[in-house]
């Protein structure tokens, strides 16, 4: 039998997965051969295990935001047992490859060596090459099995603690939820404000001028009464369309109809329209979010320009909304003064109240003399 025909029988029927998990438990064996040196190296170690699983497999191990020494101790017990254990099981397979060729090729290469080769023809043939594939087949199931325990070892071991990062998850929801509650009470008390100072006062002036004019009405003669009602009315319809242009941007703020019947592009076109600055919009979203994150990039675009407006001295603002995947990235700049800072009770720390109510984050960049960068992503799925 010749070397490509050996090929062919041996590795032929090897599902494409195999050949995968060879490479990674190569790589794998590789990185165990230090471990009498892991506890020197566990950073640098635990890295290049993380790049083999993701570049190999696909798997990305997240990193401890807060390591300690328990996440040392179990990152030091994978190199320094797992790693080792799952390599000399990788040993094996990757030794069953090039044994079970060199057996298939037996033929070609016994008619050179010296002594008696008889097994290599006839039924001791038959017999050894059916034992070789047999052992690549079942090399590779036991590859696939190493793969697994490795990336259970690793992602146990390797990632963060899982009850700590539960426990801090539960912590950060309730801190947003806390959050969530403060702003939507702000919110609201805005809201009651804006009612109060604005449109409720223009309807009560509106009512004293029409009861004014009516009681004015009734010791005027005919030819002034004429003069007199056409003057009231004239001025009580002005104040009805300002408490109407009130309502309608009170609302328009909550939430505006457009933005569940056309999307967040037509949205924030508006608002970009409405702004007393020139504002460059660029929106690139290949599908629509969640409605609520969709409301809540509406508020943060919508709040981050009337910031800009109050606070910033800007001549232009630019507002970048761009789909990632999975990630929602709204980019706001302007060409301000800078200084933005979120004690100051610009706002900003609303928006970051905002973004964290639906797992997202925020980010500022604002240099005295700017410019101003405010970056918020949200993840589009709830």
């Known amino acids: 039998m010749s070397t490509s025909t050996a090929l062919r029988v041996v590795l032929g029927p090897l599902h494409p997965r195999t050949w995968r998990d060879g490479a990674f438990l190569a790589a794998g064996t ?10 020197f190296f566990v950073p640098t ?18 990193a401890d935001l807060r390591p300690d020494r328990a996440a040392w101790l179990r990152r030091l017990a994978y190199h320094g047992l797992c790693a080792p254990a799952i390599a000399l099981g990788a040993v094996a397979v990757l030794a069953t490859w090039p044994a079970a060729l060199l057996a298939l090729s037996a033929p070609g290469w016994l008619r050179y060596a010296p002594g008696d080769h008889s097994w290599g023809a006839g039924k ?46 539960v912590e950060t929801l309730a801190e947003s939820r806390a959050e969530v509650v403060d702003a939507a009470d702000a919110e609201r008390r805005r809201i009651e404000r804006d009612l109060h100072d604005g449109a ?20 005027l003669s005919p030819d002034e009464k004429a003069a007199h ?17 009130e309502l ?74 761009r789909r990632t995947g999975e990630l929602l990235r709204i980019t706001v700049t302007d060409d301000g003064v800078g200084g933005a800072d979120p004690a100051k009770g610009t706002g900003l720390a609303g928006l970051r109240q905002r973004a964290a109510s639906v797992d997202g984050t925020l980010a500022l ?15 589009c799925e709830l």
């Open 229 to 245: 009602a056409e003057a009231a009315m004239a001025e009580a319809h002005a104040e009805a369309q300002a408490a109407i242009a």
């Open 30 to 39: 590789a990185l165990a051969l230090p471990f009498l040196l892991a506890p």
């Open 45 to 62: 170690l635990t890295a290049l295990q993380r790049s083999r699983f993701e570049s190999l497999l696909g798997v990305a191990i997240p």
């Open 200 to 219: 409720q006062q223009r309807l009560v002036s509106l009512s004293m001028n029409l009861g004014l004019a009516r009681r004015a009405m009734r010791s």
């Open 248 to 321: 309608r941007d009170l609302v328009r703020g909550l939430h505006p109809v457009v933005l569940d019947d056309r999307g967040l592009d037509a949205a924030l076109s508006g608002v970009a329209a409405r702004a007393p600055i020139p504002v460059s919009l660029q929106v690139e979203l290949d599908r629509r979010a969640a409605p609520t994150v969709e409301a809540v990039a509406y508020f943060v675009v919508s709040e981050a320009l009337a910031n800009i407006a109050k606070h910033a001295r800007a001549s232009r603002a630019e507002v970048v909304v």
């Open 124 to 169: 001791g043939y038959v017999i050894v090459a059916s034992a070789s594939i047999l052992g690549v087949w079942a090399a590779g199931a036991l590859a696939g099995l190493l793969v697994h325990a490795d990336r259970l070892a690793a992602q146990t071991l390797l990632g963060p603690d899982r009850v700590r990062a539960l426990a801090e998850r």
């Open 365 to 379: 960049s604002s240099p005295v003399g700017g410019p101003t960068r405010l970056t918020v992503e949200l993840p």
